[in-house]
């Protein structure tokens, strides 16, 4: 603020992007106010109702106005929340010592590994031990009160209800989920064949292409076996890509396979790689469905990470079995 080479708009620019920093800070305090208060009594605010009104509702509805203007499709408010809420727990104490003029002197590059770690889970642990928390705290504050008493402490009970879904979603993030491919995939209908064993060609339609595979459909089930290997020829821009390949993968109505790439010519591969590039990956969304509200994602989640861990298990047992 004391910098006169810097108009008074830069000045405020840069005030605002140095606070958004501390927003971390502020969403562990949001997160601990009300686990504090129903575990252990402790107030980290002391104020009336009115008082409270007044002080925070103009700063929030500003700060929702501001949001709903400069939101994309695909994040809204709520995202953001799950956003600051993912990030606080290893954000707020580098900020907090960046300020203090302590500072970090060793670059660390981010694990670009697909899949689940042990490291992956141990980032979780902050994630799961508020998770516990808030979770021993809903149940206390609201055990044993009827009526009245569950209305005068639906503030409480409210704000850890949506912090609890908000560390539902970054455990979630941290711990990831198995990755099958090792590159994206990208939406492309391309006609081409298949040649199995040195016979006629069999006519395919791509469905989807990445660097190491693709996904194909066929006109009439031929019932290829899994580990069968292909020459595959596609045709885009009035150019043939021909490579080998080997069948990894088959649908229940014998019409659709995903195949891995084994073999293929530098020529071959930069045709391939125009297929692929050369235009958006409509597999990813541009907005966020309006139908899908923030609670029908986590049940979404919560469905699929629980069907994961049967399979895993039994996947286990028959292990065990052999």
Do not use: C
């Not at 700063?59 to 408010?77: D, M, P, W």
């Not at 928390?133 to 809903?138: K, P, S």
């Amino acid at each position: 603020m004391t910098n006169r080479q810097l108009p008074w708009v830069n000045r405020l620019i840069l005030i605002n992007v140095y606070l958004y920093w501390w927003s971390f800070a502020r969403r562990m305090l949001f997160i601990l106010a009300p686990i504090l208060f129903a575990l252990w009594h402790i107030k980290l605010v002391d104020v009336n109702f009115w008082l409270l009104l007044i002080l925070w509702a103009p700063g929030y509805l500003l700060l929702h106005y501001v949001l709903g203007k400069s939101n994309t499709n695909i994040r809204g408010e709520r995202w953001g929340e799950i956003h600051e809420t993912f990030f606080a727990p290893y954000l707020w104490l580098p900020v907090l010592l960046e300020t203090l003029g302590i500072k970090q002197k060793k670059f660390k590059v981010t694990n670009k590994n697909n899949g689940q770690s042990t490291q992956a889970i141990l980032y979780g642990i902050p994630y799961l031990t508020l998770w516990l928390l808030d979770v021993w705290a809903l149940i206390s504050f609201n055990y044993g009160k009827w009526g009245s008493e569950i209305m005068y402490g639906a503030i409480i009970s409210f704000w850890l209800l949506t912090h609890l879904i908000n560390l539902t979603f970054s455990l979630y993030i941290a711990w990831g989920r198995q990755i099958n491919r090792q590159s994206e995939r990208f939406a492309r209908s391309v006609k081409g064949s298949i040649q199995v064993n040195d016979e006629t060609n069999i006519p395919i339609t791509t469905i989807d292409i990445s660097d190491k595979g693709l996904l194909f459909r066929q006109s009439e089930s031929i019932g290829l076996e899994i580990g069968r290997e292909v020459v595959v020829e596609l045709y885009h821009a009035g150019k043939t890509i021909t490579f080998s390949g080997v069948i990894r993968m088959r649908y229940d109505d014998n019409t659709r396979y995903g195949l891995q790439i084994t073999y293929i010519t530098s020529d071959n591969q930069n045709k391939l790689y125009h297929l692929i590039y050369n235009g958006r990956n409509t597999l990813l969304p541009r907005e966020q469905d309006s139908w899908m509200t923030i609670y029908d994602a986590l049940l979404f989640n919560v469905g699929y990470h629980l069907k994961n861990s049967w399979r895993n298990i039994q996947s286990y047992r028959r292990m065990k079995e052999k």
